[in-house]
C-alpha cells in the first residue's frame, strides 16, 4: 500500500556550521532539536513514540526505514497499551532516515511511515547518509539542528529551549489500571507502554502518577520512577520527594532518567555525555560476575560512578564505555539501571531485573 511521497527539497542545518540536503517526507514545516541517533534496524513504531526522544531530532541508521509501515494508530482509554507502540502519539520533533521505502508490506500496516508521520505534524528528511552523520554526531559535542527551507538559520537559533519538559509528556491525571496483589506507584516522567505491560504480566496493579504528585499521599506497595526526556536536574521537586522516600524502607525502583533522578537522590551527580548511549544492541555487565546483557538505551545523561555515597554499590557497567548502568542500595531494597528491562533487544535478556524487584515487593508484604 502506500501513495507517492511530496518530493519537495530540504534542508538539514547543524549547530557546528555543516548543511546537508535531502528530500522532505512526513508534515511541511521547520523542526528544531538536539541531534542524536539510533542504531535499531526494527521497530520505528515503539522508537518515534519513545518519550524518552522527546523534542529530538532523530536519526535512523540503519539504511532502510518505513518498508513494514505502521498499525493502525488511533486510541481510545481502553487500548492505551495498543501493541507496536510507546505512547499515543510521536515524540521526536523530526525524522532522518537514509532510504524511505514509499510503499509499505505487513499485514498489520494500516498507513506509511509518511502518511503517519503527516497526521501527526512530525517532519522529516530521507536521501540522507544517516550513517556519515551519525559518525558527525560521535565526532562533536551536544549537536543541535535544524530542519528547513533554504533560507540559513542564524547562530541564535540554536539555542535550547526551555529545559522543563516533563509536564510535557507526563499523565495529567491519577489512574489505576490493571488489577494485582501488589500496587505500583508508577511517577510517570515519559513513562514507555512496555513498562505497564511487563507489570501487569507480573500481578502488579498500578498506580499511574503524574511526574509533580505530592508522594506523600501516595499509598502503595513498591515505587517505580519510569524513563523520560530531558536532564535529571531539571525535574522540579521531583528528586527532593524521592530523597524522602529513602527514609521509608518500600522498595524502589528507577528506570533511565528514573535511574539517574533516584540516584541525585541518593546524593550522587550526573553529567551530560557527547551524544548519549541509543540503540538495541548496548552491552552491560553484572558486576561481580561474568555475565553481559544485550540491552536497549535512550539517554544522554549518566550517573557518575565515584559520586555514589558509600551506602550505595555499582550493579552494571557499560561494556564500551565503562559507564555506570545500574547501582543498588547496601541495605534497603533500593536500585535502578540505565538500560530498559523491559524492552526486548535481547530479547529478554534483562527481563529478570524488573522480576527481582517485584520479588523484592511480594516478600516485603508477606
Known amino acids: 500500500m502506500g501513495e507517492k511521497v511530496n518530493k519537495s527539497e530540504s534542508f538539514l542545518y547543524l549547530s557546528n556550521g555543516i548543511k546537508l540536503k535531502g528530500t522532505r517526507i512526513g508534515a511541511p514545516g521547520p523542526a528544531k532539536g538536539e541531534l542524536v541517533f539510533t542504531t535499531g534496524m526494527v521497530g520505528y513504531t515503539q522508537t518515534l513514540t519513545d518519550p524518552s526522544f522527546f523534542d529530538q531530532i532523530l536519526i535512523f541508521t540503519y539504511p532502510l526505514m518505513g518498508n513494514y509501515g505502521v498499525p493502525e494508530a488511533s486510541f481510545t482509554d481502553a487500548d492505551m497499551l495498543k501493541s507496536g507502540f510507546e505512547s499515543k502519539q510521536v515524540r521526536t520533533a523530526a525524522v532522518i532516515v537514509s532510504t524511505h521505502s514509499e510503499k509499505a508490506f505487513h499485514w498489520r500496516c494500516s498507513q506509511t511511515l509518511d502518511q503517519w508521520l503527516k497526521k501527526q505534524g512530525i517532519p522529516g528528511l530521507s536521501g540522507i547518509d544517516t550513517r556519515h552523520l551519525a559518525q558527525i554526531v560521535r565526532n562533536s559535542s551536544h549537536l543541535t539542528a535544524i530542519l528547513g527551507n533554504e533560507t540559513p538559520p542564524s547562530p541564535s537559533d540554536f539555542n ?169 542500595h547496601q541495605t534497603k531494597p533500593f536500585s535502578g539501571v540505565q538500560f530498559h528491562p523491559e524492552a526486548s533487544a535481547g530479547p529478554q535478556d534483562t527481563a529478570w531485573v524488573l522480576e527481582d524487584f517485584i520479588q523484592k515487593v511480594a516478600h516485603d508484604r508477606s
Do not use: M
Not at 510517570?188 to 503524574?210: A, F
Not at 524521592?242 to 532518567?257: A, E, K, M, T, W
Open 160 to 328: 535550547p529551549g526551555a529545559s522543563l519538559v516533563l509536564p510535557q509528556v507526563s499523565t495529567k491525571k491519577r489512574q489505576l489500571i490493571g488489577k494485582g496483589t501488589k500496587r505500583i506507584a508508577l511517577i510517570d516522567c515519559g513513562v514507555k507502554w512496555n513498562i505497564v505491560r511487563h507489570l501487569l504480566s507480573l500481578d502488579c496493579e498500578i498506580e499511574l502518577l503524574p511526574w509533580d504528585t505530592d508522594l506523600q499521599k501516595v499509598d502503595c506497595s513498591a515505587w517505580l520512577i519510569s524513563n523520560g526526556p530531558g536532564d535529571p536536574k531539571e525535574t522540579g521537586n521531583l528528586v527532593a520527594q524521592v530523597q524522602s522516600l529513602l527514609h521509608q524502607d518500600r522498595p524502589i525502583f528507577g528506570i533511565c532518567l528514573g535511574f539517574q533522578i533516584l540516584a541525585l537522590a541518593a546524593g550522587a551527580s550526573t553529567r551530560k555525555l557527547e551524544f548519549g548511549h541509543r540503540g538495541h544492541n548496548q552491552p552491560v555487565q553484572l558486576l561481580g560476575s561474568q555475565r553481559g546483557f544485550i540491552t536497549s538505551q535512550n539517554h544522554g545523561y549518566i550517573v557518575e560512578e565515584e559520586s555514589l555515597p558509600l551506602n550505595w554499590k555499582p550493579w552494571f557497567r557499560h561494556l564500551n564505555d565503562n559507564t555506570l548502568e545500574g547501582i543498588k
